[in-house]
Nanobody, 126 residues
Framework: QMQLTESGGGSVEAGGSLRLSCEAS????????MGWFRQTPGKEREGVAV?????????FYDDSVKGRFTISRDNAKNTLYLQMDRLNPDDTGMYYC??????????????????WGQGTQVTVSS
């Protein structure tokens, strides 16, 4: 099991930037996907960015954040990041990092992820 702790959320005006961090502890070795998901009240949790833990570090982005968000990882620090630029009010939500199981049907399916952090709130005002 992997323990995940997010930080870096906050309030920002539209057009601003934030960088979220997710520190991992516990079992950090292996091949899996690490993802950032966000959720707003009344809506399902949705994936925004995912990175593969293998050598390719392949990344995936939701269309709504392509060109604005960048997911990355620092293996030496066991930390996952989400750089968020040109934020807009639609980006408001609770952001969670998560680790997938070894095999996933879809990198965007929350049910493919077995470990979750507690979340960090991002609020973007217009």
């Amino acid at each position: 099991q992997m323990q995940l702790t997010e930080s870096g959320g906050g309030s920002v005006e539209a057009g601003g930037s934030l960088r979220l961090s997710c520190e991992a502890s516990g079992i950090t070795y292996g091949i899996y996907y690490m993802g950032w998901f966000r959720q707003t009240p009344g809506k399902e949790r949705e994936g925004v960015a995912v990175i593969y833990s293998g050598a390719t570090s392949r990344t995936f982005y939701d269309d709504s954040v392509k060109g604005r968000f960048t997911i990355s990882r620092d293996n030496a620090k066991n930390t996952l990041y989400l750089q968020m630029d040109r934020l807009n009010p639609d980006d408001t939500g609770m952001y969670y990092c998560a680790r997938s199981s070894g095999r996933v049907k879809s990198v965007w399916d929350p049910e493919s992820y077995v470990d979750w952090g507690q979340g960090t709130q991002v609020t973007v005002s217009s």
